[in-house]
């Protein structure tokens, strides 16, 4: 299983962007949890958002809260992140990841929780 994300780029701090997750050979319908993680040069992969596929809760990261929305399109099999407000310390390969294990969602946070992952996509943010 491979998950295809796409969307990063280069942008302004203040800009925005909109990731997109989609599963190759793979259903989101499958999973239970889907997130999005960020890993920046020299730093560990680091949480952003977790939502149900099935709808529910969701849970952002403070940092991202209130400047990125997750959301999912169940006919097209694919989860997107949107970035407003963009800010140079954004900047990171965004992973995007599947989860079928039945967790709260707060368990979420971490990124052995998940079982599928993306390649990743590139965002850059210039101040």
């Known amino acids: 299983v491979q998950l295809q994300a796409s969307g990063g780029g280069l942008v302004q701090a203040g800009g925005s962007l909109q990731l997109s997750c989609s599963g190759s050979?793979?259903?989101?319908?499958?999973?239970?949890?889907m997130g999005w993680f960020r890993q920046a040069p020299g730093k560990d992969r680091e949480f952003v958002v977790v939502a149900r596929w099935r709808g529910g809760p969701t849970y952002y990261a403070d940092s991202v809260k209130g400047r990125f929305t997750i959301s999912r399109d169940n006919a097209k099999n694919t989860v997107y992140l949107q970035m407003n407000n963009l800010q140079p310390e954004d900047t990171a390969v965004y992973y995007c990841?599947?989860?079928?294990?039945?967790?709260?969602?707060?368990?979420?946070?971490?990124?052995?929780?998940?079982?599928?992952w993306g390649q990743g996509t590139q965002v850059t943010v210039s101040s």
């Open positions: 990841a599947a989860s079928e294990r039945r967790l709260i969602i707060s368990a979420m946070t971490s990124p052995q929780a998940y079982d599928y």
């Open positions: 050979g793979y259903s989101f319908s499958s999973s239970y949890n």
